[in-house]
C-alpha cells in the first residue's frame, strides 16, 4: 500500500514522513524538494505472538509506502512528475495545520482546518475535471469518426464523472459500481482516492487528540465514504525519532499520549483501504501479509508469489488465536484445527496460512 502525504506549504507534511519513517529531519528531505519515499513497517502484535512460537530466523512485517511530495497547489498540480507521483498512490494524507507558530507562516491567514480541506479537495477536483474533460474531447472526436458501443458507454460515465466534479463534489463519495470503479481505475482520479485527514495540533494539545478532531470542527468529516481524520502533534511526536520503542513510549505517555503517532497513522490507514492481514509461519521467516479484504485463498497466495498462485494446489488454513492456543504448527495438526481449503476460500483477518504448491 502506498500513500501520497499532501497539504498546503509549511503544514507538517515532512514532520509526518519523520514520524512515520523514524528519520530525522537532515536524514529526509529539505523543505520543498520534490518527494521522498519511506518504507515503513506496520507493527503487528499477532505476528509479534505468534512469531514467538515458531522461534524463526526472521520476523518480516507488513509494510506501507509513503511519498512525501511538494506542497500542493493549482501550480503542482499542473506539472507532471508531480501528478504521476499523486496519481500513482492507494491513497491520500492530507496534513492539516492546526498548530500556532508565529515563525512559521500559514499562507491561507488564520488557522482554519475545515477551509484548508475544502480548498485542497477543490484543487483536486479541478485537476481531475480536467482529466475527464480531455477525455470526453477525444471521446467526441473518436465517436464522429465511428460510433461504438464501448465509445458511449466511457462517454456516459464520464459524462456523470464530469457533473459529479461539477457540483464540486469528490468522486470517493459518489456511489459507482464495481464495473464503473474497474473504468474509472485507469484514469487515476485523484479526488477518488481515499482520504486520511492528518490534523497537526499544538503540543499542549497531545494528550487529548481525539477532542481536538472536533474541537477543529471536523467529527462530521468521519462519517463521509472513505474518509477519516486522524490527529498527531507532528513537531513533539517527531522528536521522538531517535527513542528506542519503549523510551517513545514513556516519553508519550509523560505528555497523556498512549500510542505512538505512527501507529494511529497506519492504523487508519490500513482500515482506509479495507486491509486484512494474514500470516505465514516458517522456521526461517514468520510474516505478516495485508491484502484487501475478500481476497480469496489464490489472491494470498499471488501476494506471496506469481508462481506460488500459479501452482497452488491448496491451503491450510488456521484462525491465528487458535493457532496460539495450540501452540504451533504440531498443536494445530494434532488437535485438528488445521482445514484443508481450496482456491474460492475467502481469507480472514488473521488466519494463519501454510499454501501448498507443486514446482
Ligand atoms: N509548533 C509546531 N510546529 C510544527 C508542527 N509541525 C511542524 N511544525 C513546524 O512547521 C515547519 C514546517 O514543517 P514541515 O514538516 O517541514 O512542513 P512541510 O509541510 O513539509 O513544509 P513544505 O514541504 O515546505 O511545504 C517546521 O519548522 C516544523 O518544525 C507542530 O505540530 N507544532
Ligand atoms: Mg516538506
Not at 508565529?102 to 477536483?125: F, K, M, S, W, Y
Not at 497506519?266 to 482500515?271: D, H, M, N, T
Not at 497466495?301 to 498462485?309: L, T, V
Request: glycine residues 8%.
Amino acid at each position: 500500500m502506498k500513500w501520497g502525504i499532501i497539504g498546503l506549504p509549511q503544514v507538517g507534511k515532512t514532520t509526518l514522513f519523520q514520524i512515520l519513517t523514524r528519520t530525522l529531519p537532515q536524514e529526509s528531505h529539505r523543505h520543498g524538494e520534490a518527494q521522498h519515499v519511506g518504507v515503513v513497517r506496520i507493527p503487528d502484535e499477532r505476528l509479534d505472538r505468534l512469531a514467538k512460537l515458531i522461534a524463526p530466523q526472521k520476523i518480516t512485517y507488513a509494510t506501507a509506502e509513503f511519498l512525501d511530495v511538494a506542497a500542493i497547489g493549482k501550480e503542482t498540480l499542473k506539472e507532471t512528475a508531480y501528478l504521476a507521483n499523486l496519481r500513482s498512490v492507494d491513497g491520500l494524507v492530507h496534513v492539516v495545520r492546526w498548530f500556532r507558530n508565529e515563525a512559521v507562516p500559514h499562507a491561507p491567514g488564520a488557522l482554519d482546518p475545515q477551509r484548508d480541506i475544502t480548498n485542497v479537495e477543490v484543487d483536486l477536483i479541478v485537476a481531475d475535471l480536467g482529466v475527464a474533460e480531455n477525455r470526453l474531447e477525444r471521446l467526441e472526436k473518436d465517436r464522429k469518426k465511428g460510433k461504438s458501443v464501448e465509445i458511449e458507454h466511457e462517454q456516459s460515465l464520464l459524462e456523470r464523472v464530469r457533473q459529479w466534479l461539477d457540483a464540486g463534489k469528490p468522486l470517493r463519495e459518489a456511489n459507482w459500481t464495481e464495473q464503473e470503479k474497474k473504468q474509472l481505475r485507469g484514469f487515476s482520479f485523484l479526488s477518488e482516492k481515499p482520504l486520511l485527514v492528518a490534523l497537526n495540533v499544538d503540543d499542549e494539545h497531545a494528550g487529548k487528540l481525539e477532542d481536538a478532531v472536533s474541537t477543529a470542527g471536523l467529527a462530521a468529516f468521519q462519517n463521509r465514504p472513505s474518509s477519516r481524520v486522524a490527529a498527531i502533534a507532528g513537531k513533539l511526536e517527531a522528536e521522538l525519532a531517535t527513542l528506542s520503542d519503549a523510551e517513545a513510549a514513556e516519553f508519550l505517555s509523560s505528555f497523556g499520549l498512549t500510542e505512538l503517532g505512527s501507529t494511529r497513522i497506519l492504523r487508519a490507514s490500513c482500515e482506509l483501504l479495507d486491509l486484512i492481514v494474514f500470516f505465514t509461519l516458517g522456521d526461517k521467516d514468520c510474516r505478516a501479509w495485508a491484502i484487501p479484504r475478500g481476497s480469496t485463498a489464490l489472491q494470498a497466495a499471488g501476494a506471496i508469489h506469481s508462481d506460488i498462485e500459479k501452482h497452488f494446489i491448496r491451503a491450510e488454513v488456521a484462525a491465528g488465536d487458535r493457532f496460539l492456543e495450540a501452540g504451533g504448527w504440531a498443536g494445530v495438526r494434532a488437535k485438528g484445527v488445521l482445514r484443508l481449503e481450496g482456491k474460492e476460500y475467502v481469507v480472514q483477518d488473521g488466519d494463519v496460512l501454510n499454501i501448498r504448491h507443486s514446482g
